[in-house]
């Protein structure tokens, strides 16, 4: 994936530049034909969405904004004309390009139903139960390079972080377990029963 992304970077740094003036209304790039391939509201949901999925970038220098923006623009053409050829040469039509990407689709789905799945156990611990995680686990989560121990206040907030996660988890495991009772759910425990020729070796 990391190589995916950098050769798209790579890419987009060959897109034209053109002025503004010359291009639809609401358009910040266009195709041959005059049609628009990415609109500013296009970009500014997707900068949008990169400053909510990287809070860092809610720090970043006004300055600065323009110039991730203008580098956001030309991943985001860069992968709209990756997306074209791939159309126009029928590479989508394959059915190695459509298993990978039913495995990619399929792959994000789970990881997204996962996170929503934990969202809903919203939980808000006390700050007994924090001082109490941080004593239990303090020799694991604090111990400094030069053998001293981070104190409660300088952890508090990774310690109410994880003591929110195990939680959840905890919450989670139980759920999942009415649910699969409620759907009726079975597993065939021999599919994971070693086979006559693996016991013999």
């Known amino acids: 994936m990391k190589k995916i992304l950098s050769f798209v970077l790579l890419v987009s740094l060959s897109v034209f530049s053109v002025r503004a003036s010359q291009l639809p209304s609401g358009a910040v790039a266009t195709w041959g034909d005059g049609t628009p391939l990415l609109t500013q509201q296009e970009l500014d949901n997707n900068f949008e969405f990169q400053v909510k999925a990287q809070p860092q970038l809610q720090s970043i220098p006004e300055a600065m904004v ?46 997204l139903n996962a996170e929503y799945f934990l969202v809903q156990f919203e939980y808000v611990p006390t700050d007994e139960e924090l001082t109490a995680f941080y004593e239990k686990n303090k020799d694991r989560i604090a111990l400094k390079k030069d053998g001293t121990l981070c104190t409660f206040e300088e952890l508090k907030e990774q310690v109410k972080t994880l003591v929110i996660q195990a939680k959840q988890q905890e ?31």
Do not use: H
């Open 66 to 111: 323009s110039v991730f923006k203008e580098n956001l623009c030309s991943a985001l053409v860069a992968q709209k004309v990756i997306a074209k050829w791939v159309s126009k040469n029928n590479i989508d039509k394959t059915n190695r390009y459509k298993t990978k990407l039913k495995n990619i689709v399929e792959a994000v789905m789970g990881q």
């Open 171 to 201: 919450e989670a495991v139980k759920m999942l377990q009415e649910l699969k009772e409620e759907y009726g759910v079975q597993v065939d425990e021999d599919v994971f029963a070693p086979k006559d020729d693996e016991q013999k070796k």
